[in-house]
């Protein structure tokens, strides 16, 4: 039978639910499969705390079932979560007749964004993973058994949630613009230069939220996010926080936002008006530059393009920059990341996640200070809102987002959930304009709720 295992290092601590030791060890086997077509329709039931997802493009990771559960908590969660997943996967006997990235056992992850907050961290590696990329498909199991993959379950129908009621969270609209303008007040007074504030909006659904529903609405309205769930937290982000693939890592860097409107021409001048806003421009400096200082310790070489380019959103156009580096295979420091993958190639994606979080562009700068302060001005717990999100493989490479454009279902109402969305706050920001910004990026779930 399952154990659970604590651990606990300093104020943090760890939780692995896996086989016991008496049990016959856990084999990871992939083969490879025909396409199956649409990721989504392979999810069997409406779960949401055992329906996990990262797919962007229609290509990427699906899975359902929980065979091994790892639970962190407190400052060091990401970090103690790397360590604990190379653990479990030397106790795995891996058979991986495919071979590409996200082949073999996979974990998917979730971290709160404040390492007070009760949220914590998870990694799940599911019972089933079905995975495409590139042509290629292919799908995991992980079981005591050694045989091959049986035939995938026939899907419960998916059911829309109904009726869906929106109610302001932690603050009413009106109070958290007023936050805002004290924040601003507080930037221009030299305090900070950035802060990113956060607002909940709690929602109350008609039929219990169906993740699948939630998932499939998200991926075709914006199919160049990441669409993803782990852990009851649902939604479509447009920021790579950090993929590592063989020896190289990338990160991709939004802040600065302007709202689309629709109209193809106005859109087409406000992305110029984006692209030249001193503002803006100012915003996105700070946050590439955060992420960089973050990502050099780690990397032997990184490529900063000389300015960011305007990603186009259904609802929202982003200032961005795409930051690429060469992880440097020799890096080693034992006390501060324990766990490397095979071969010396360096610290883990969730390392190098570790490493980043918070950046600039969900916190503010100088981070530490930004922090705190968006902590006393939002008046809520983010829970896992903005922080890492993603999937680990067995060698250490994989991809981490950051969780926005998301809700988190309720662990205890099927029909409770809440969304958010954030704004980037300097010296030159408006309250209301703010306001009327993160309500864009609320479109994204509030679109996915309804129907």
Known sequence: ?????PRRTGASAIHVVAPSPGDTPLVARTVAIPDPGDLFSLLPAPDAAATFSWVRRGEGLVGWGQAIRIETSGPGRIREADVAWARTVAELEIVDEVGAPGTGPVAFGSFSFDPASAAGGVLVVPEVVVGRRDGVAWVTTVSPSAGRPGPLPTPEPVTAPGAATFVDGALASADWVAAVADVVRRIRAGEVSKVVMARDVAVRTERPVDVRHLLGRLAASYPGCWTFSVDRLVGA????????????AASRVLAGTIRRTGDDADDLRRAAQLARSSKDLEEHELAV????RGLRPYC??????DAPFVLHLPNVMHLATDVTGVVDGTFGHPSTFPAHSPG?????????????????????????VATAILAEAERMDRGRYAGPVGWIGADGDGEWGIGLRSGEISPTDARAMRIFAGCGVVAASDPEAE??????KLRP???????
Request: no cysteine.
């Open 435 to 440: 306001l009327a910004e993160s309500e864009a």
């Open 1 to 5: 039978m399952p154990t659970e295992t």
């Open 237 to 248: 982000t447009p920021e790579l926080l950090v993929r590592r693939e063989k020896g190289l």
């Open 445 to 451: 779930m509030r679109e996915a709720l309804s129907g």
């Open 344 to 368: 010396g190639r360096g610290p883990s994606s969730l390392a190098l996640a570790a490493a980043l979080h918070p950046t600039a562009a969900v916190g503010g700068t100088p981070t530490p």
């Open 289 to 292: 530059a955060s992420l960089v």
């Open 300 to 305: 032997a070489s990184i490529n900063v393009p």
